[in-house]
């Protein structure tokens, strides 16, 4: 069956430090896969989309990789700070067929001052 | 990118009855998407709307009991039908506005409380 999977424990880390996030699926072939930020009691907010093609995607202070070989994808976060904690989701579109994305699970991110 | 608005923003709903969920975009889009995100899960799609079709229904959800209209290109409701407490969860309309980029904006969503 299809799966995403993130790391259900949340993540603690000290303000300044990279987090790193981890996104593994299977089954799936992906179009392209993409990570949203949410914060408590909002709708969950795009942040980056990586096509199947790409390796590496970067946008100001996060950084995408997209390894279709492993089925795995990681999303930093440089220097962290306070404002970056919220749960981040990872979401697959795969090719073919009619549109639809795919959620993971969430990975919880609390960042430390 | 869209602004998308829903109502209601939370409520709290009797067992047996039913709540339509209204969502509005400020732009015409094709695809609603409807998603469901119940406590301390990710977010289930329930089916895309399309305007001037019926509902495309994802599995585990049927019409019956998630009716949708799609009047037009900027409007979309949800109904949750003879409700129970399974049902409480937070609903989302999302949208795609420019086609084929992949990037989803997501209303601030409907919190449902089934007593």
């Known amino acids: 069956s299809q799966k995403i999977e993130q790391n259900s424990e949340a993540l603690n880390i000290q303000e300044g430090k990279t987090a790193t996030l981890t996104c593994n699926y299977t089954?799936?072939?992906?179009?392209?896969l993409q990570w949203y930020r949410q914060d408590p009691g909002r709708g969950p907010v795009f942040l980056l989309l990586?096509?199947?093609?790409?390796k590496e995607k970067r946008k100001e202070r996060l950084k995408v990789t997209f390894d279709t070989t492993l089925k795995q994808s990681l999303f930093h976060i440089t220097a962290s700070q306070p404002a970056d904690s919220a749960t981040y989701l990872c979401a697959l579109e795969s090719r073919g067929g009619y549109q639809k994305v795919t959620f993971g699970t969430g990975t919880k991110l609390q960042v430390i001052p | 990118s869209a602004v998308i608005s829903q109502k209601p923003s939370r409520d709290i709903c009797q067992r047996g009855t039913s709540l339509t969920i209204q969502c509005q975009v400020d732009?015409?889009?094709?695809?609603m998407f409807w998603y469901r995100q119940q406590p301390g899960q990710s977010l289930t799609l329930i089916a895309t709307a399309n305007q001037g079709s019926e509902a495309t229904y994802e599995s585990g959800f049927v019409i019956d009991k998630f009716p949708i209209s799609r009047p037009n290109l900027t409007f979309s409701t949800l109904t949750v039908s003879n409700m129970s407490p399974e049902d409480s969860s937070i609903y989302l309309c999302?949208?795609?506005?420019?086609?084929?980029?992949?990037?989803?904006?997501f209303g601030e969503g409907s919190r449902l409380t089934v007593l």
């Open positions: 089954n799936y072939s992906p179009a392209y």
């Open positions: 990586i096509r199947e093609n790409e």
């Open positions: 999302s949208v795609e506005p420019s086609a084929n980029t992949g990037e989803l904006f």
């Open positions: 732009s015409q889009v094709t695809m």
